[in-house]
Every structure is written in structure tokens, then in C-alpha cells.
């Protein structure tokens, strides 16, 4: 088993800057990669943005390339989502994952097999 604990949420106003941090303990070397997703009132989750373990390929959604950036501390076990350019559609509830999908770079629900409680990011304009 794999725990995620998500850290960093608050309230920010537009155009501001948060970072989310994701701690994940436990069989983390049963895991490829890490993401973050989001879901807003009434939406589906979406994913964000991942990131390979090894390695350190990435990828994301086009509606917060830019803006957002990915990185990981291996020596930690820890990922980090740094948000800039924040917009009030930006909110939403984030939430950490980890795949144990050993190839390429996961984007999909289904992929990911460990999911954190989720940390509330609310942008207001």
C-alpha cells in the first residue's frame, strides 16, 4: 500500500502564486509516476499533471501548461505542484496520485492506483 497526504491548500486571489506538496509513504517503489488532479463543484475530475519518478518526464493538461510546473524530491518521496498565474477556475479540489503503470506518463483516472484525501486551492477574482 501506498499513503498520500497533500499539504499547501488555501485561499489565494488572482494572478497569485500556491504550491502543493504531496508526501507519499509506504510502497512507494511499487509506483512509476505521480500526478495531480482536480475536481470542481459539479465537475468531474480532471487531471492536471504528472510527473516519472525516474527520470522526471512530465507532462500536462493544456489548460494549465505555463502556468503550473511538476517536480519531485525522490530523496523525500515527495512532489510538488507549484501554481502560478492562478485563475478563479483554478478552483477546485487537488488531489495527489500515484500509478504503478510502469510506462510512459499516465493521464487517465483509471491509471492511478493510490489517491490522497485532497487539499481545497480556491482562487478568488
Known amino acids: 500500500q501506498v499513503q498520500l497526504v497533500e499539504f499547501g491548500g488555501g485561499l489565494v486571489q488572482a494572478v497569485g502564486s500556491l504550491r502543493l506538496s504531496c508526501a507519499a509513504s509506504?510502497?512507494?517503489?511499487?509506483?512509476?509516476?505521480m500526478a495531480w488532479f482536480r475536481q470542481a463543484p459539479g465537475k468531474e475530475r480532471e487531471f492536471v499533471t504528472a510527473?516519472?519518478?525516474?527520470?522526471?518526464?512530465?507532462r500536462y493538461a493544456d489548460s494549465v501548461k505555463g502556468r503550473f510546473t511538476i517536480s519531485r524530491d525522490n530523496a523525500k518521496n515527495t512532489v510538488y505542484l507549484q501554481m502560478n498565474s492562478l485563475k478563479p477556475e483554478d478552483t477546485a479540489v487537488y488531489y495527489c496520485?500515484?500509478?504503478?503503470?510502469?510506462?510512459?506518463?499516465?493521464?487517465?483516472?483509471?491509471?492511478?492506483?493510490?489517491w490522497g484525501q485532497g487539499t481545497q486551492v480556491t482562487v478568488s477574482s
Open positions: 496520485a500515484a500509478s504503478a503503470v510502469a510506462w510512459g506518463i499516465p493521464n487517465a483516472r483509471s491509471q492511478y492506483d493510490y
Open positions: 509506504g510502497r512507494t517503489s511499487s509506483t512509476y509516476a
Open positions: 510527473i516519472r519518478w525516474t527520470g522526471g518526464s512530465t
